[in-house]
Structures are given as structure tokens and as C-alpha cells.
């Protein structure tokens, strides 16, 4: 399956819908699928969580509401958390987003790797 | 040790952080404006450079230290919690962003991955995204085959497809800690136990189609009936649920510690006792009394199923699916191996039967270190 990685993790806001006594978070995505995000911040995420999840990528933005299904701390202090795109609409607009940028970047542009 | 150059014009709050840094065994270099940061990276080149946020022209000095530094990672400090801010500031360059109050722990994990940044990888991991590739597929082999008949460019692209999905027999799945797979007619359902969920998937793509969250309870086992779906969590306490949109909890039996696999036979409850190693074949009144008990005869059974009058189970430590005689439940009939197991990357956790084929859901081994996935099983004889 192809894979397409971007050098610079993507910065993105999360707010945790189901915790109004916290503000609005930062970290980075480190993983995208039509699934889910995985995201590294310095501010834990709680598991079972609903979050609201935004950030930006070639100019597209996105807003998306998701579940937090797994949340560890790593070794360097950082969180990740798996976060579960809880509608099927979403899903499936990430999921065209994906193939559309999946396709156009087989090609290997400038600073993106490309796996098969 | 990691060395830091710090950028303020405020000398009480350069003292303030060089003491939080030096707390954490960080060696700062202070300058109060870039000329003096320019001079401290000239003569002592520290790792990282951060900044403190003093007047409103923050993002402009950002910008100037990315070009005048573009090798030295830029952690920057901001005064208040403003997350549109701070993913600006990551846009433009900055590799962290930190806010007010600091924490020692925000600061070591910022500076410990300082200059190592992570990547985003993005891809189609679900199969129901591979719709859209497969069309591409076809799509590519439409214009090699040009020039053939518009049938046989027809007949051509069904092959390949068919012949793409009979070949598919796995499929990841977004979760890493499965434990029990059930079929309902069109759909799956597949407990995870870390995430405490159910997951309901469609079986034509494997997509996820809902997600059932259970607080109080971690689910090991599920079993489904026409009406109902049946759980059991870890500790033993068993659920009959109706099966409407909240899977809502109809009748709680007395527990049953160790149980981690329970099927129906239409009439009984059957649950396997871990622990004792023995099958048990129960009454589905509110103690679930035990009619009969049964060594089980394999080495460990981690999920139960029946198929019309015949009880199936998966022996996970020998990877074997094993059919029972009915009347005599300790009596093995017939072993059928999973050789998709033989390279121990995976080890089966649950088992389901869709009407075709036996099922397998995994977990990798070491746990959690890869995500889930589903296995599809040649049909075991006799079927």
C-alpha cells in the first residue's frame, strides 16, 4: 500500500470536547489515514476522549471530530495519541482527500518520500 | 549535555528560565537581542535556540532567526495558551512552541527531540479507501489494453479484480489490542480490549462503521444472537445486550472469574474457564447453572464458536482451530492449522465464522507493537 511521508510533521490544534475546563491544545500529526490521526503533543490526551481535531495540509483545512483509542507517553516525554474519526462523512472526505494526494504524489515531489 | 541559547530582552526572565534549564542539566547562553544571539552562536554554537515572545512583531523575529539560523532547531515561548498562535509559529519554523507557565517536564521533552522533528506519514490503511485504488488500477490497465475490444478490456479488468480480491486474505485494522470477533449477517463485531470497544465493521470493506465504548468494562469475549449480543469483560462479569444502537445492557449475570471465551448453541450459554482449562455448558438463567463441564482437550481456547450443532474453538498457543463432538466435548475430531501464524508475528486472539470461512482476529507480537489484523482461513473440513 502506498505510503507518503512528509518530512515535517503537520502542526494541528485539538480541542477536547469532552473536557470544556481545558483550552485549545497544539502538537503534530504524525500519522494520517481515512481512519484516524495519530498526533504528538506535550499535553497528554486523555483515552476515551472526543477531541475535535484541526490542521492543514497543501492548503486544504481540516476540521474533524474523533475518539482518543490509544494514548501513551514516549520515552522522550512526548504523548501520542490515536484518534478515531468518529463520522463516516469525515472519514470519507479525508479518505478522497488521501487518494487524491496519495496519487499525486507518487511521483516523488520535492522532500516527500514515497513507499510501496 | 544539551546547550541552549536564550533569547530575551528580560534579564529576570532569562534568569528564570536558565534556572529550570539548569535544573534539567541544560547549559543556556543568554543574549538580549539578535546581535548578541548572532555573537553567543558565533562563539559557543549551542544546540537550540529559544526565543521568548516580548512584543507583537514575535512571528517577524522568528522568521529572521529561520533564515539567519536555518540549521539550528527554534523552540519558541509564547506568554498565553493560544493554539492558533502557536501552530503559526510551528508553520513558519518553529519546531516547539511552549506557553507559560513552563513545566520542567515540557522543557526536557522539547529539548530531548530538539533537532529530530517528526515526520507525518500519510496512508490509505483501510481497505475500504482501496475502492479508490483499485479504480485507479483498473483505470492504468484500461489504457495499456488499448486498442483491444471494448469487451475484452471489460473482461480483462473483471479478472484482475476478482483475482485482486480472492487473493486478499488479511486486512489491518485501525486498533491494536483485539480480542473477540463475532459475524452478524452482513457485519462484524471485534472487541478491543485496551480501547474498551466494540467495534461494528462491514464485512464487504472491512470499514468501521461504529464504534461502542464500555467505560466500566474491558470485553474478551463476545457472542451474537439473533437478538442479542453477549460480553464478558476481564473480570469475569457477563452482559446480555440488545443489539440497538447503544448495545444497551438487558440482563447482568452473576460473574464468572477467568471465563474468556463464551458461545451460543441457541439453548446454552457455553463459556471456557481459563484457569481450570474446562468448558462449560450453562443454563441462561441469572446464575448461568452449570448442566455439564468438559476438560477442554487442546491446549488453551481463546474464542469459541458454534457452527449449527458443532462447537469449534481456537487453540491459540497451537495455533489450530479444533472441532469438538458435541457429545463429548473433551473428544477432539478434526485440527486445522493456521499456517498465517507460523512466523510469530502475530498471535490469534479471536475467532468467527461468516457463513464461508473461519476468521481470525490477532494482536502482534510483543503486544501493541503493531496494529491489529484479520485473517481470513480456508475453509476447515469437514464444512
Redesign the interface.
Given at each position: 500500500?502506498?505510503?507518503?511521508?512528509?518530512?515535517?510533521?503537520?502542526?494541528?490544534?485539538?480541542?477536547v470536547v469532552s473536557d470544556p475546563s481545558r483550552?485549545?491544545?497544539?502538537g503534530?500529526?504524525?500519522?494520517?489515514?481515512?481512519?484516524?490521526a495519530v498526533v504528538?503533543s506535550?499535553g497528554p490526551l486523555k483515552?476515551?476522549s472526543r477531541v475535535l481535531l484541526s490542521w492543514?495540509?497543501h492548503g486544504q483545512k481540516f476540521e474533524l471530530e474523533g475518539?482518543v483509542?490509544?494514548a501513551k507517553q514516549e520515552v522522550?516525554?512526548?504523548f501520542t495519541s490515536?484518534i478515531?474519526f468518529?463520522r463516516?462523512p469525515e472519514?470519507k472526505k479525508i479518505?478522497?482527500f488521501?487518494?487524491d494526494?496519495?496519487?499525486l504524489k507518487s511521483g516523488g515531489a520535492s522532500g516527500i518520500r514515497t513507499r510501496e | 549535555m544539551i546547550s541552549v541559547a536564550l533569547l530575551s530582552s528580560s534579564e529576570e526572565k532569562r534568569r528564570e528560565i536558565s534556572l529550570l534549564l539548569g535544573e534539567i542539566g541544560i547549559l543556556v547562553y543568554g543574549a538580549d537581542n539578535l546581535a548578541g544571539l548572532k555573537e553567543v552562536i558565533g562563539a559557543q554554537s549551542p544546540r537550540v535556540i529559544m526565543a521568548l515572545e516580548e512584543n507583537p512583531s514575535f512571528e517577524e523575529l522568528v522568521r529572521e532567526m529561520i533564515s539567519l539560523f536555518p540549521q539550528k532547531p527554534i523552540i519558541s515561548i509564547i506568554n498565553s495558551r493560544d493554539a492558533k498562535r502557536a501552530v503559526k509559529l510551528m508553520l513558519l519554523g518553529s519546531e516547539e512552541v511552549l506557553s507559560f507557565p513552563l513545566s520542567k517536564e515540557q522543557l526536557r521533552a522539547a529539548l530531548n527531540r530538539a533537532g529530530k522533528p517528526p515526520a507525518t506519514s500519510l496512508s490509505l490503511v483501510p481497505p475500504a479507501s482501496l475502492r479508490g485504488l483499485y479504480f485507479y488500477a483498473f483505470f492504468f490497465a484500461s489504457l495499456l489494453a488499448l486498442g483491444l475490444t471494448g469487451w475484452i478490456i471489460h473482461k480483462h479488468a473483471e479478472t484482475l479484480k476478482a483475482a485482486q480480491v480472492s487473493q486478499k486474505n488479511s486486512w489491518d485494522l485501525p486498533y491494536f489490542y483485539p480480542s473477540a470477533l463475532a459475524f452478524d449477517g452482513d457485519n462484524a463485531w471485534i472487541a478491543d480490549w485496551f480501547s474498551q470497544s466494540l467495534y461494528e465493521h462491514s464485512t464487504g470493506s472491512w470499514a468501521v462503521k461504529r464504534v461502542i465504548h464500555f467505560p466500566n468494562e474491558m470485553p474478551v469475549s463476545i457472542a451474537i444472537t439473533p437478538n442479542s449480543i453477549w460480553t464478558v469483560d476481564a473480570s469475569g462479569k457477563i452482559v446480555r445486550r440488545l443489539k440497538n444502537l447503544d448495545l444497551s445492557p438487558v440482563e447482568h449475570y452473576d460473574q464468572l472469574p477467568e471465563t474468556t471465551a463464551i458461545a451460543f448453541d441457541g439453548l446454552y450459554l457455553w463459556t471456557y474457564n481459563s484457569a481450570s482449562k474446562r468448558l462449560s455448558k450453562r443454563l441462561t438463567d441469572s446464575r448461568l447453572s452449570e448442566v455439564a463441564s468438559y476438560p477442554y482437550p487442546g491446549a488453551q481456547a481463546t474464542a469459541l464458536v458454534f457452527i449449527h450443532n458443532s462447537l469449534w474453538s481456537l487453540d491459540a498457543p497451537d495455533r489450530e482451530i479444533l472441532l469438538h463432538d458435541i457429545n463429548h466435548p473433551d473428544h477432539i475430531i478434526s485440527k486445522t492449522p493456521l499456517p498465517e501464524y507460523s512466523n510469530g508475528k502475530y498471535a490469534p486472539t479471536g475467532l468467527g465464522f461468516d457463513g464461508k470461512n473461519f476468521w481470525t482476529v490477532a494482536q502482534s507480537l510483543p503486544a501493541g507493537s503493531a496494529r491489529a489484523i484479520l485473517f481470513r482461513h480456508k475453509k476447515p473440513n469437514p464444512l
Open positions: 500500500m502506498r505510503k507518503v511521508v512528509l518530512p515535517k510533521a503537520v502542526p494541528a490544534r485539538f480541542l483550552s485549545e491544545d497544539w503534530r500529526l504524525t500519522g494520517l489515514s481515512s481512519q484516524g504528538t506535550l483515552l476515551g492543514e495540509i475518539r483509542l490509544t522522550s516525554g512526548y490515536f478515531f468518529i463516516a472519514r479518505s478522497s488521501l487518494i494526494f496519495l496519487s | -
